[in-house]
């Protein structure tokens, strides 16, 4: 049984930095795809970032392109998303997910697993 386990979040000034991890246990995702999303109080759950399913690429939301960046370090099994620049309008629950079927990646729908989320709030 895969398990995603999201930290790093918290309250961060605008302009400022966080970094967000995804710990997976369980099975290696190495097949597979890992993405972030990311849903504020109110509004529908959105595509932030993910790796292609090759794993050659990545891809970014327009909101966040260029200011955030998805890594990951396989011997450990984990993903990252680096934010920065932040703000007000970055606050929100964000999430991890793997999806281990290609599909459309900016779709909830198509990711299998997810975790259980991080609260990021950009505030002054």
């Known amino acids: 049984q895969l398990q995603l386990v999201e930290s790093g979040g918290g309250l961060v000034q605008p302009g400022g930095s966080l970094r967000l991890s995804c710990a997976a246990s369980?099975?290696?995702?190495?097949?597979?795809?890992m993405g972030w999303f990311r849903q504020a109080p109110g509004r529908e759950r959105e595509f932030a970032a993910t790796?292609?399913?090759?794993?050659?690429?990545?891809y970014y939301a327009d909101s966040v392109k260029g200011r955030f960046t998805i890594s990951r370090d396989n011997a450990k099994n984990t993903v990252y998303l680096q934010m920065n620049s932040l703000k007000p309008e970055d606050t929100a629950v964000y999430y991890c997910?793997?999806?281990?079927?290609?599909?459309?990646?900016?779709?909830?729908?198509?990711?299998?697993?997810w975790g259980q989320g991080t609260q990021v709030t950009v505030s002054s």
């Open positions: 369980g099975r290696a995702f190495g097949r597979g795809a």
């Open positions: 997910a793997l999806r281990i079927r290609p599909g459309d990646y900016v779709l909830p729908r198509y990711y299998d697993y």
């Open positions: 790796f292609s399913w090759t794993g050659g690429s990545t």
